[in-house]
């Protein structure tokens, strides 16, 4: 689509050639100069205003005027000349020279001309495939015009072109809240097809993040528009946009009429975007799988597109048609020609080459180059599955997966957005499963680990990576980096706090956007000064699986990894001499799962079904362990999604027989973090060892219940410890907790929590308020070794495709806490207190922590009668991270530290003393 507004930009060339025929024209005047500038000539050709413009240019400097705002306005509309000429490294150099000068302090530069040459360098940069540069520029324009009347129109265009750059690199968060800052600026000097535009890379961005009865309303509000306004470029664009928003609902014979529609409008007015519009016409057809059809519409696109990425697109979606119709070598030569066609300085014909990691990198509109490459990865998969497992054509397979993994973190770490983040995760899931059964037809565990490792908890690995990284920065960086933390979280609690209907919530939502851009550029200043900070953020390195094996041959153990795919569950047991890849068939899986859990999480459902209980159980464990044979002891467990408690699979459907007697479990996010995950080094000033929390009672405006007892059973556990502080009843505030939190190893909360959402933080209740997990900082638990939420809920919340559990013991982990102790369901109190202390028990004893809780819940089912041996009352705590022993510190550094301090401190003070009478002496002796 084009984005820019048309602006009449040539000068007759025969009054440009007048200026030598007489005596005036020697020498016009700037004011002359100035008019033929803004004459509207009726050039046919751009070529001539080329021409025409750079004489002027020429005849402008001859004279020796000042390159005021007349003589930018010449060389941003000499730019726009060169663009229509398709000569855009010329308008990108031209305009440049109009930015340099636009920035001198001269009283003949009006005060919006640097907003104005900004946003036409970013508009430039952004039709050039330029993306970040563009970025960058335009927030430029933004900054420098939206508080100066005249400079507002050239902001709120940069919105527009900020919305297509972020939109173009998938950071579809991003896009929404530029376009809906654009909107702002354009309604308040009433361009109202600005408006429109704007409402269109709304809704674009919102369809691909599923909001899609907003992005209806936004596409609906602009073909309104459109249509008042008589605006046939963007009703045709408006059609097109209501017919994606269709097609993503599985409406397809509503989306056919919306784009049959948009193209007609299109080919009508000649726009020059027809072949895009006859490719998505196509696309639907696709959908409803009538390829002959949708053939003839993207041939249409690959004959008639300019743009190269909008060529490529078209030969992609041909080669989907001879995919599908299992044309496999012929759809090979169409992805292999769209990836030459991309201008990544990619060239190779032959189907079996592949950019390197560099040139993809590089790209700019990623997205369309991902795509190429996970469809013909998807290809060679289909191809070699025809031709009964051809090992070289999986080969292939395999290596197109590998790139297009790669692709997935360049455009992971472009994008800020959490939910464009999220949207990648579950918009690639499905490539790691094609390409995990890859491995397994392969017989390869080795790359199917890896496959395993980057389906999940990626966002969290990039996490910790970037609280590694600002170990090395500098005093002064870390501190501004927190202040802009800081006012992006404060930005963050008063927007929540504000209705989104009143007038001030879009003046919050505005400063909320701004502090982002601040910490956003200060990011990536800082990657671009300290190149050890950006190698070590953005190390997506793989543990190697003979690292995982090495770790469990010292911990005497097992790791159990699955994915659960659409068409089946892959299950990887390794221990310290093998590996093994398993697959099942998904539906008995999903089907027992989704039937397990409820029951766990109430009683009264368990006790009137524990046969179907049983039954369940018994069903995962025959999928789920069984099969993998593991020997009796400590077995890590890396999930996909969601927990399940493994300690309550039963060995038979007939009676209870509950994998805690033989296993001690603990779980991963990812094998990867669990083996990088960060080991503390001996503090230097005195570190207690237990910080315990028990409100109690809470403020009736929180409208929670009490949890009695806690504060005793607190009492009971801290004893174990040296060093230990309780916060309980009134003295467990939410302040207290922030002051003393840091200083202590182990950190144990019997209180309330929320964390069921990607939309908003996780609380922790206090006796007197709430806390947001980002109130802590991101060094907020420098010295924990260990958190327990004894809390309902802790260890569940969102689970995102791709990515796994929002949780708040997940919160806990991004703050770099390598261990933590979490519940599946809201678990009894009773219960948890007399787990919790056998656990502590044990843990004291010197047994790594994984073994402490099994033997706690051992313990408890020796115990326990009735109701209370049901899995609802002991299943629910889990151990989440690292299961090593707690770390008994070392006190001596520090203690060594203070007794020298104090040994040299009596030293002095008994060498003065003994140095004081001999002074005293020689004076009075002086004195007399």
């Known amino acids: 689509m084009s984005r820019f507004l048309f602006c009449s930009i040539s000068i007759a060339s025969a009054l440009v050639a007048g200026l030598s025929t007489n005596g005036l024209a020697q020498r016009p005047s700037a004011k002359q100069l100035s008019a033929f500038l803004q004459r509207v000539s009726n050039l046919p050709a751009v070529e001539a205003q080329i021409k025409s413009l750079n004489s002027w240019q020429q005849q402008w400097r001859k004279c020796g005027y000042p390159p005021d705002s007349t003589y930018i306005n010449g060389l941003l509309q000499l730019g726009l000349a060169y663009l229509y000429a398709e000569s855009l490294p010329q308008a990108i ?17 009006t005060p919006d001309q640097p907003a104005k040459a900004f946003y036409r360098l970013g508009m430039l940069l952004s039709e050039y495939s330029q993306l970040y540069q563009a970025a960058r520029v335009l927030k430029q324009a933004v900054r420098l015009g939206q508080n100066i009347p005249s400079g ?20 579809y968060q991003q896009s929404v809240q530029n376009a809906e800052r654009g909107q702002e600026l354009a309604r308040n000097i009433g361009d109202t097809a600005l408006v429109a535009k704007l409402l269109q890379d709304k809704a674009k961005a919102l369809n691909v993040l599923k909001k899609y009865d907003e ?33 993503s609902q599985g409406k397809l014979d509503k989306a056919l009429q919306y784009r049959q529609r948009a193209f007609e409008i299109a080919e009508k007015i000649k726009d020059h975007s027809t072949p895009d519009y006859a490719v998505s016409l196509g696309l639907t057809y696709y959908q409803l799988k009538r390829y002959e059809q949708a053939s003839l519409y993207f041939q249409y696109g690959v004959d008639s597109s300019r743009n190269l990425y909008a060529k490529a697109r078209a030969l992609n979606s041909l080669g989907n048609v001879c995919w599908k119709k299992k044309e496999f070598p012929k759809a090979l030569r169409y992805y292999q020609q769209g990836l030459t066609t991309i201008p990544i300085n990619f060239q190779n014909p032959a189907v079996e080459s592949l950019p390197g990691a560099q040139t993809i990198r590089l ?13 013909k990865a998807d290809t060679w998969l289909d191809y070699a599955i025809a031709n009964k497992n051809k090992p070289n054509y999986l080969t292939h397979a395999l290596e197109t997966y590998m790139v297009a993994d790669q692709m997935i973190d360049f455009m992971r770490w472009e994008h800020t957005g959490q939910q464009s983040k999220l949207y990648w995760r579950d918009k690639t899931r499905a490539m790691y499963e094609r390409a995990i059964e890859t491995c397994y037809r392969l017989g390869n565990a080795e790359q199917a680990f890896r496959f395993l490792e980057k389906s999940r908890a990626v966002m969290l690995a990039d996490k910790l990576n970037e609280l590694g990284a600002r170990q090395l920065l500098a005093p002064k960086q870390l501190a501004q980096e927190q202040a802009l933390n800081q006012r992006v979280a404060d930005r963050q609690a008063r927007l929540a706090s504000i209705s989104p209907d009143s007038a001030a919530y879009s003046k919050a939502h505005a400063e909320l956007l701004l502090e982002q851009d601040r910490l956003d550029t200060f990011r990536k200043t800082l990657e671009a000064s300290n190149p050890d900070y950006y ?22 153990g097992s790791l159990v990894t699955y994915f659960v795919g659409d068409s089946a569950l892959y299950i990887l047991n390794v221990t310290a001499d093998r590996a093994t890849l398993h697959r099942k068939p998904v539906d008995p899986y999903n089907r027992i799962a989704y039937a397990f859990m409820p029951l766990l999480s109430s009683p009264d459902n368990m006790n009137r079904q524990f046969g179907k209980f049983l039954t369940l159980s018994h069903g995962l464990y025959q999928q789920l362990l069984a099969p993998l044979k593991l020997p009796a002891g400590r077995v890590i467990v890396s999930p996909d999604g969601f927990f399940l408690p493994f300690e309550a699979l ?81 003295n467990a505030t939410r302040r207290a907790f922030q002051t003393d939190v840091a200083g202590y190893r182990v950190v144990h909360l019997f209180t309330h929590a929320i964390a069921d959402s990607t939309e908003r933080e996780p609380l922790l209740y206090f006796a007197d308020s709430t806390l947001r997990l980002s109130e802590l900082g991101d060094n907020g638990l420098p010295n924990a070794q260990l958190v327990v939420l004894a809390a309902c809920k802790t260890g569940i919340g969102a689970n995102q495709r791709g990515e796994g559990v929002f949780s708040l013991g997940r919160g806990f982990a991004a703050l770099g806490v390598p261990s933590v102790m979490t519940t599946l369901w809201s678990v009894q109190n009773e219960a948890t207190y007399r787990l919790t202390e056998l656990f502590y028990k044990y843990l004291y004893e010197g047994e790594p922590k994984d073994i402490a809780l099994q033997r706690a819940k051992q313990d ?59 002074q005293t002496t020689q004076r009075a002796y002086q004195s007399s």
């Open 535 to 556: 190698r070590y953020k953005y190390d997506s390195t793989t543990t190697a699986l003979s690292d995982v094996r090495k770790y469990l041959k010292k911990q005497g």
């Open 860 to 918: 408890w089912l020796k115990t326990a009668e009735g109701a209370d041996q049901l899995p609802n009352f002991w299943a629910g705590l889990i151990l989440v991270g690292n299961a090593e022993p707690l770390h008994q510190p070392n006190r001596w550094p520090w203690l060594a530290g203070l007794g020298l301090a104090i040994v040299i401190g009596l030293a002095g003070w008994r060498t003065w003393q003994n140095r004081r009478p001999k």
């Open 215 to 247: 992005a209806q309303r936004a596409a609906e509000q602009a073909v309104a528009l459109a249509r008042q306004r008589n605006y046939s470029a963007i009703l045709a664009y408006g059609y097109k946009q209501l017919g994606f928003i269709a097609e």
């Open 152 to 171: 507002v129109k050239w902001a709120s265009n940069a919105y527009l072109y900020l919305a297509y750059v972020y939109y173009s690199a998938g950071d």
């Open 93 to 109: 150099h031209v305009t440049q020279q109009a930015v340099q000068l636009s920035q001198a302090h001269r009283s003949d530069i």
């Open 363 to 375: 790209a700019d509109q990623k997205d369309y180059l991902l795509t190429l490459i996970q469809d």
């Open 650 to 730: 039963s060995r038979s459907a007939q009676q209870p027989d509950y994998a805690v007697k033989d296993y001690a479990f603990s779980y991963a996010y990812s094998a990867g973090l669990l083996l990088k995950n960060r080991t503390h080094s001996p503090s230097l000033s005195p570190v207690g060892d237990f910080l315990g929390v028990a409100p109690v009672q809470f403020s009736p405006a929180m409208n929670q219940l009490a949890l009695i007892n806690s504060d005793n059973f607190l009492e009971t556990i801290a004893g174990r410890f040296r060093q230990a502080r309780l916060l309980t009843h009134e």
